[in-house]
């Protein structure tokens, strides 16, 4: 039998890993950052709610559309939707990390995608023209974003006036962005709530822009 004193160190030390591991995720929570590279392997692990088949539901690629993703890192989905809208459309993946755009660029080569543009730059400032894609998707991505507000803004911007936004969120993951915060978010720019899958855990929400784009002539 286990004495009590070895009983207390077992529940001591438990209570100090959860401690731990509680102060490492509040202060990965109140510092925004995305995955290290070296820690790459952990983001290709299999993702039973958000998967790849209900992401393609719900962002409906569609042959020769434009599309873009944030954050790809590895290129988890990235795959699956570009497959979706060939043999003319191109999907854009911005990443703000070198070491994943190489990585990415190495995996797309190896999968034999060749309609995909994969570049290093900031969601902060997308480095595209106003109305340029038919949807955007980004995938555990929000939370890392020190500025989540300007990065929807660009969103909002770089999507054609009936564009859709799909945004993918799940638990453990310290960023974790409740759905029903995403979406007061989301709406207060002029896209509407289309749908989503998942739980409250986890989930796929997508958002139809339906307002008409703000006009940025001077008003005379």
């Known amino acids: 039998m286990i004495s009590r004193s070895t009983l207390r160190a077992i529940v001591a030390l438990l209570g100090l890993t959860l401690l731990a591991g509680l102060g490492y995720v509040l202060r ?29 539901d719900v962002l409906e690629p569609r042959p020769g559309e434009r599309l873009l993703e944030v954050g790809p890192g590895t290129g988890y989905y990235t795959g699956t939707v570009a497959r979706a809208i060939e043999p003319s ?10 070491e994943m755009v190489e990585h990415l660029r190495t995996r797309l080569r190896q999968e034999g995608n060749s ?24 995938v555990l991505v ?3 974003i020190p500025d989540q507000e300007r990065t929807l803004d660009e969103l909002e911007r770089v999507l054609k ?15 974790f962005v409740r759905l029903e915060q995403l979406r007061r978010r989301v709406e207060r720019r ?28 001077a008003v005379e």
């Open 115 to 138: 309609n995909v543009e994969p570049i290093r730059g900031d969601a902060r400032s997308l480095p595209y023209p106003d109305d340029a894609f038919d949807a955007a998707y980004l």
């Open 142 to 144: 929000l939370g890392e």
């Open 89 to 98: 459309g191109t999907l854009h993946a911005i990443d703000v990390q070198p």
């Open 28 to 56: 990965w929570r109140s510092n925004p950052s995305p995955c290290p590279y070296a820690q790459r392997h952990a983001i290709d692990l299999p993702r039973p709610i958000i998967t790849r088949s209900r992401l393609r």
């Open 190 to 217: 002029g896209l509407a709530f289309g749908a989503h899958v998942g739980t409250r855990a986890g989930y796929f929400a997508r958002f139809n822009a339906v307002a008409p784009k703000k006009s940025t002539d």
């Open 161 to 175: 006036p009936d564009g859709r936004l799909v945004v993918g969120e799940s638990l453990p993951d310290p960023h």
